[in-house]
């Protein structure tokens, strides 16, 4: 079992940067493929960007060349670094980590956009 605690969100203006940390409670973070999740209000989740356990990365067309994610697999986290942030990117932002059938999921922290 792993739990995954995220941080790091708040109220920023348009334009502004966030980063996002998530926190994994052992070891089994490095072998998951790991991830993040929105979902506004009123919407479905979506996925925001993934990493797998071997580092390569992908990301949704919304956010591609804005959002960065990462991984340190020393210290069981990672990290979406959000640049030019937009009000629709507004939303509860959850971590996940993925391994065979195996499905973790934070508790979500949430990210507003707003002037």
């Known amino acids: 079992q792993v739990q995954l605690v995220e941080s790091g969100g708040g109220l920023v203006q348009p334009g502004e940067s966030l980063r996002l940390s998530c926190a994994a409670s052992n070891w089994i973070f490095r072998i998951l493929a790991m991830g993040w999740f929105r979902q506004a209000p009123g919407k479905s989740r979506e996925l925001v960007a993934v990493i797998s356990s071997g580092g390569n990365t992908n990301y949704s067309d919304s956010v591609k060349g804005r959002f960065t994610i990462s991984r340190d697999n020393a210290k069981n986290m990672v990290y979406l670094q959000m640049n030019s942030l937009k009000p629709e990117d507004t939303a509860v932002y959850y971590c996940?980590?993925?391994?065979?059938?195996?499905?973790?999921w934070g508790q979500g922290t949430q990210v507003t956009v707003s002037s």
């Open positions: 996940n980590g993925k391994v065979g059938r195996a499905d973790y």
